[in-house]
C-alpha cells in the first residue's frame, strides 16, 4: 500500500485555480522534505514545489509567484496551491517524501489546464 497519496486534479481553464493534497498514512510527515514533480507527456519529470521539514520552500522559475507549497502537520498533509493556470501546467503531479532512509511516491493525480 502507497503510503503517499495525491488528490484534487482535475480539468480547469486558463486562469483557474486548483488545491492538491498530498496526505501521508506512514507515520508522521513533518520529519520529511516534500516535493511537488510533474510530468508531461513526452518530457521529463520535473520539481516544481519543495518544502523542507523546518518550512523552507523553494519553486521552480515556470511556477514561482504562482504556485504556493504549504504543509499541515494537523491533517498530515502537503498541499500545493496552484493560481492563474496555464495550459502548459497541464501534467501529471507527483508527490513525493524524502528523508534519509525512505523515498516515497504517490500514484499522481492528472492537472488539464484547457478551455
Known amino acids: 500500500q502507497v503510503p503517499l497519496v495525491e488528490s484534487g486534479g482535475g480539468l480547469v481553464q486558463p486562469g483557474g485555480s486548483l488545491r492538491l493534497s498530498c496526505a501521508f498514512s506512514?507515520?508522521?510527515?513533518?520529519?520529511?522534505?516534500v516535493g511537488w514533480y510533474r510530468q508531461a507527456p513526452g518530457k521529463q519529470r520535473e520539481l516544481v514545489a519543495h518544502?523542507?521539514?523546518?518550512?523552507?520552500?523553494n519553486y521552480s522559475d515556470s511556477v514561482k509567484g504562482r504556485f504556493t507549497i504549504s504543509r499541515d502537520s494537523a491533517e498530515n498533509t502537503v498541499y500545493l496551491l496552484m493560481d492563474s493556470l496555464k495550459p502548459e501546467d497541464t501534467a501529471v503531479y507527483y508527490c513525493n517524501a524524502k528523508d534519509t532512509w525512505y523515498d516515497f511516491w504517490g500514484q499522481g493525480t492528472q492537472v488539464t489546464v484547457s478551455s
Open positions: 506512514g507515520g508522521r510527515l513533518n520529519p520529511y522534505d
Open positions: 518544502i523542507t521539514s523546518d518550512g523552507t520552500t
